[in-house]
């Protein structure tokens, strides 16, 4: 019985904590994170009235380090490098 409870405490604690670790480490679980992974922005028009295209863009980590825009990185689209 002993046994049965520290097994059941120990998935507890593994399924608790290996999605908060993949989270924080940008692995989903669900293949590999890369620094280049883009989501699609539809085109649309802003208050002012201006046109946007539609383009990609980085998705979004809740990290500056891997952003396009982000000096050392390059925007895989355009070729042109970060300057923030």
């Known amino acids: 019985m002993r046994i049965l ?9 593994i ?5 908060v670790a993949a989270r924080e480490s940008g692995h ?3 293949g590999t994170r890369t620094g280049n992974s883009k989501t ?12 946007v295209d539609a383009h ?3 998705s979004a980590d ?5 952003n396009w825009s ?8 355009t070729g042109k490098p970060g300057t923030k």
Not at 62 to 66: F, P
Not at 70 to 77: C, I, L, S, V
């Open 56 to 58: 990609n863009r980085s």
């Open 15 to 19: 399924t608790t904590v290996l999605p």
């Open 62 to 66: 809740h990290t500056k380090a891997n």
């Open 40 to 51: 699609h922005v539809s085109r649309y028009t802003r208050k002012d009235g201006t046109h």
């Open 70 to 77: 982000t000096k050392g990185n390059a925007n895989p689209e």
């Open 28 to 30: 989903s679980g669900h």
């Open 5 to 13: 409870t520290s097994f059941f405490t120990a998935l507890a604690i």
